[in-house]
């Protein structure tokens, strides 16, 4: 039976954002993927990072030095 897992959500304003943080993860090996934003998160566009909840700390830390700019980070139950 699938259940439900929690993962880090990283919401963004604009879809231009959401795809550089794809680009910019890729090549510095941070894991994670573009997703649909969830129903539960409002952002101001229609994609969203998925990654490892335990990875929050190491991300903010990242974007923060990088001065890359997102909406919020949430702990979402998603499936698979």
Known sequence: ???????????????????????????????????????????????AFKTLPEEEAHFRTVFAQEGIEYEGMYTVDLWG
């Open 1 to 47: 039976m699938r259940r439900k897992k929690p993962a880090l959500v990283i919401a963004f304003a604009s879809t231009a954002h959401a795809m550089r943080v794809e680009a910019f993860c890729a090549a510095a090996g941070l894991p994670g993927r573009l997703i649909p934003v969830p129903r539960e998160i409002t952002a101001g566009c229609g994609l």
